[in-house]
């Protein structure tokens, strides 16, 4: 199956800065990638569909100006949590797909730490 | 309520038996995959049934699909410790945007 790489998978910071985490399709080109939010004992909640060069759509409740998604190119997105709180520490896992409509492919995850 | 709830939450069984985990949603879907997951890693895709069919197999896995009912259930037959983990289903209705349940914690005691 295609691979789909993440980086870092895991990163502890402190309260106030910003954090950035890439998602990478190795094999194939990404027009659609997917970002989740999993909190501890809880099921993954998708936070934004990024299509390459354009906006990102957020889902509702998701504070776009806090989370930052940019997909610049057909291989790469990246997720910045700007200034971090300790509320924000969960699991971020992306997912990647080829074109609308086809398998999306998950990344490994980032456990992110806020102290 | 959320599309794709699971029950039960938690499931211990002993190695050798077989374990069903169901899934319940409530919109329409074009399909509808499972995954597992080990406590603090990523996701492995198990297997996708689409909404037109109604049983799979994967190796020791079976997943069957009641559009009418909006369920799915998963089955491991003859399950091992190394089964021991969060089991998702997830709806696909808008093409690779996944919906997932709330999960099932599967122990599977030696």
């Known amino acids: ?115 | 309520s959320q599309q794709g709830e699971e029950d039960p939450q938690a499931l211990s069984i002993q190695e050798g038996e077989n374990a069903t985990m169901n899934c319940s949603y409530k919109t329409s879907i074009n399909n509808l995959q499972w995954y597992r997951q080990n406590s603090g890693r990523g996701l492995v895709h198990l297997i996708l049934i689409r909404s037109n069919e109604r049983e799979k197999h994967s190796g020791r896995l079976r997943v069957t699909l009641d559009t009418s009912k909006k369920s799915s259930s998963l089955l491991i037959t003859a399950s091992r410790a190394a089964d021991t983990a969060s089991y998702f289903c997830a709806t696909g209705t808008s093409g690779s945007r996944l919906t997932f349940g709330e999960g099932t914690q599967l122990t599977v005691n030696p």
């Open chain 1, 1 to 115: 199956g295609a691979v789909v790489s993440q980086h870092p998978s895991r990163v502890i910071c402190k309260s106030g800065t910003s954090v950035k985490i890439e998602c990478r399709s190795l094999d194939f080109q990404a027009t659609t990638m997917f970002w989740y939010r999993q909190f501890p004992k809880q099921s993954l909640m998708l936070m934004a569909t990024s299509n390459e060069g354009s906006k990102a759509t957020y889902e509702q409740g998701v504070e776009k100006d806090k989370f930052l998604i940019n997909h610049a190119s057909l291989t790469l997105s990246t997720l910045t949590v700007t200034s971090a709180h300790p509320e924000d520490s969960s699991f971020y896992i992306c997912s990647a797909a080829a074109v609308m409509n086809t398998e999306a492919f998950f990344g490994q995850g980032t456990r992110l730490t806020v102290v």
